[in-house]
């Protein structure tokens, strides 16, 4: 077993950026070959939205971050995925502007996932492919995920800043993960090529929280019960 710290990371700590940029470059580069070496010398990976982003860490005992997320905000940018996919089906003239973000850059050293095959996040087990257990007991009994650890400081950090929907590209396997969980997207294109296949999807927050509290109520606690900007928790290796 092993804890780790799970936070928001301030905009003036340049030592936990330094950490997410090359923890970025080392999966996006050297593991999955979306970016080439050569226009990434110095080993590290960043864009014009982090500026206008909220950025998450996860960090092992040792100080090192080992798995990140970042929340874009509106801003002067328009959203990646409104870029890479104009075509999106969602109506923007309804769509409450000013409280969307997207989930972006979620990555996960690859010292912490479980299987050779799984991607930038621990992929379901096979008790999760089988469906969760009704209020979530097992699932909280078993190693959560790293995703759900940085997916649970988003949300506290969109309440905090009414954010009600989130844009998202993501794989098909992390769609499902966060879908047998209670995290239900619904797309909204086709999948296109952006850091690997990817597809975009809405979750519309008050949505998601409805479903995980019917449903898995003990998760549905595990998001929500009251505790300091660092949370400790302890996953299985």
Request: proline share 5%.
């Amino acid at each position: 077993m092993q804890t780790f710290i799970f936070k928001k990371v301030e905009p003036n700590d340049s030592e936990l950026m330094q950490q997410i940029h090359r923890l970025r470059f080392e999966v996006y580069c050297r593991e999955c070959n979306f970016i080439r070496q050569e226009d990434y010398p110095q080993g590290i990976e960043k864009d014009e939205y982090d500026e206008q982003s909220v950025h998450f860490a996860a960090i092992d005992p040792q100080g090192l971050v080992i798995g990140t997320m970042r929340m874009i905000l509106p801003g002067k940018l328009n959203f990646p995925l409104e870029s890479h996919c104009p075509n999106i089906n969602v109506n923007k003239n309804t769509l409450p502007r000013n409280n969307l973000a997207e989930v972006s850059r979620l990555v996960i050293s690859k010292n912490l996932r479980r299987r050779s095959d799984d991607a930038m996040y621990y992929g379901p087990q096979i008790e999760d492919k089988q469906g969760v257990d009704r209020d979530g007991s097992a699932f909280l009994r078993r190693a959560k995920p790293m995703a759900f650890g940085l997916y649970r400081e988003l949300y506290r950090e969109s309440k905090k800043r009414d954010i009600t929907h989130w844009y998202a590209l993501m794989e098909k396997s992390l769609w499902l993960l966060l879908r047998i969980h209670g995290f239900a997207f619904e797309p909204i294109g086709e999948e296109v090529n952006f850091y690997g296949m990817v597809k975009p999807y809405l979750g519309q927050i008050a949505k998601i929280e409805e479903d995980v509290r019917l449903k898995f109520p003990k998760f549905f606690d595990y998001f929500t019960a009251n505790s300091e900007q660092e949370h400790l928790h302890s996953f299985s290796q």
